[in-house]
């Protein structure tokens, strides 16, 4: 991926996959569509197998040089899954959320499962680990979550796609980190 920034210093297109992944009506889809759109639907759809949707991102390195990148964002149906068919979805992810409901801790728990499924399909994926509907009373404590992030050296936030709380800074930050691995940038704007 490292190669990808050296050349040219006029802008070029850049693609990579990012994977939703989590239990059921934990909010992935939502997530997706609040960054992705701005908007929010309150009638819940399960996603059945996986979706898919595109969105440009344009970066800027260190140097100034502008990098218009293509985010493929991959929304995994919640529901139970042979761990097997959830690694094929996720197979050339460079990005994934992982995303619980803070309102019902057993999603925070199966948070595990879906982290070692995904490791175990792209071991150098950058991933965070997400709680969403936080603007609803929170049954899982942001210490412990974060904790469990900082074990598993993933990045951690809390989040309400209903308000959008947080949602544009987490895109954006968990962009911004993967790209930092490779090379310093600044997300300009999507």
């Not at 040089?65 to 197979?91: C, F, H, N, P």
């Amino acid at each position: 991926m490292v190669s990808v920034f050296r050349g040219p210093p006029e802008p070029y297109e850049l693609t990579f996959k990012l994977a939703a992944l989590g239990d059921a009506a934990v909010g992935k889809t939502s997530c997706l569509r609040r960054y992705r759109e701005g908007t929010f639907d309150a009638d819940y759809t399960p996603t059945l197998g996986a979706l898919f949707s595109k969105m440009m991102v344009e970066l800027a390195s260190t140097s100034g040089r502008k990098i218009m990148t293509q985010l493929v964002l991959w929304d995994l149906a919640g529901q139970e899954l042979k761990a097997s068919l959830v690694k094929k979805y996720v197979a050339g992810a460079r990005l994934a959320i992982i995303v619980y409901d803070v309102t019902r801790p057993q999603t925070f728990k199966d948070v595990d499962l879906w982290y070692n499924i995904l490791k175990e399909a792209e071991p150098d994926a950058t991933v965070a680990i997400v709680g969403n509907k936080v603007d609803l009373v929170k049954h899982v404590p942001t210490e412990e979550a974060k904790a469990y992030a900082d074990s598993i050296d993933a990045l951690f936030y809390e989040t309400s796609a209903k308000t959008g709380h947080n949602i544009e800074w987490m895109f954006t930050d968990l962009i911004y980190h993967f790209f930092k691995k490779h090379e310093e940038i600044k997300l300009l704007k999507h």
